[in-house]
């Protein structure tokens, strides 16, 4: 290949490399940082959206669940007494759908605030502590399963000793799927056909086509990071907690890291009226930051 040759080439793939960059770069507004909105709390996670693009999250340590109204910009306490719940997702008819770890429950709370206990355990056995899920199109639910011995907890023993991915179906059977070192933050997307799972303790993040009704192919390295929480945008790129937020693409390639002043992100959703204000989850607080995205289905 002559000089002009290998000249072509290199400002070609600088062109295209300076396209990628410009498009994750057009990601989110110029300048913006996280703006922060109460911090009110202990610990915050489990954010959720409702149909209406309101968030609602978790004040775990406190027992209870607020939400944030976008209309008005404001937190309002949803419900007191919650089962200590963690990671929340929303149901097709608008039910909050929680991990309720102080008795390993998974709960659904209706917008009346209504309580019903989905789940007390496996095999007759009292899980560890449910921690995040996610609904698929069936109605079926993808929850993780680590073990963190709560403070609250009492009379507490340790009945299953691995830690799992389960699969509970719409008529509340509940299979176990896979074992990890600490199972943590979990998303799945209807469209693309994925879901992805952190395992914490082992600063990894996982991939699974989804291939039927709790059915999953072989799992596949993402990236090689843990997460507390995660959510993912309409390009498919993935978003992943921990120190701030650190945004993954679909080949599980690090194009963005948003600092949030706090000590620890737990976990991460998109909101709002257009589903395009990323919703963090901090600590002691909540912030929300204005993109030029939105969440996937």
């Known amino acids: 290949m ?3 040759k290998v000249l072509s080439f290199i400002g070609l793939v600088l062109v ?3 396209c990628q960059s410009t498009k994750y770069k057009n990601m989110f507004k110029e300048n913006a940082e996280p703006k922060l909105i109460s911090n009110q709390f202990s610990f915050t996670e489990g954010p959720a959206t409702d149909k209406s693009g309101n968030v609602y999250f978790t004040d775990q340590p406190n027992d209870k669940i607020y939400f944030w109204d976008w209309k008005t910009d ?5 419900l007191d007494k919650t089962g200590r719940a963690n990671g929340t997702f929303f149901d097709k008819n608008d039910n909050l759908i929680t991990c309720s770890d102080n008795k390993g429950e998974i709960w659904k709370i209706g917008k009346d605030k209504s309580v019903e206990i989905l789940s007390k355990g496996f095999e007759g056995k009292r899980l560890n502590g449910p921690n995040d899920l996610w609904i698929d199109e069936l109605g079926g639910m993808y929850f993780t399963d680590p073990l963190y ?3 609250y907890w009492t009379d507490f023993k340790v009945e299953i000793p691995e830690k799992h991915l389960y699969y509970r179906n719409k008529n509340g059977k ?9 199972p943590n933050g979990i998303i799945g997307s ?7 799972v952190s395992d914490i303790d082992a600063n990894k993040t996982y991939v699974y086509d989804i291939l039927g009704e709790g059915k999953l192919s072989e799992k596949k390295l993402f990236c090689e990071m843990g997460s507390d929480g995660m959510t993912l945008d309409e390009q498919g790129n993935l978003y992943l907690t921990g120190d701030g937020v650190t945004v993954f693409n679909r080949k599980g390639e690090k194009i963005h890291h948003i600092k949030v002043p706090e000590k620890w992100t737990a976990n991460v959703t998109f909101g709002g009226e257009k589903n395009n204000i990323l919703f963090i989850t ?9 993109t030029n995205t939105k969440g996937i289905k």
């Open 282 to 290: 901090a600590s002691n607080s909540v912030y929300t930051l204005e």
């Open 16 to 18: 295209l490399f300076s």
């Open 149 to 151: 011995n709560r403070e």
């Open 2 to 4: 002559n000089n002009g």
């Open 174 to 182: 509940i299979s176990r799927l896979e074992k990890f070192v600490q």
């Open 74 to 78: 404001k937190i309002e306490l949803f």
């Open 190 to 196: 209807q469209i693309l056909k994925k879901l992805y």
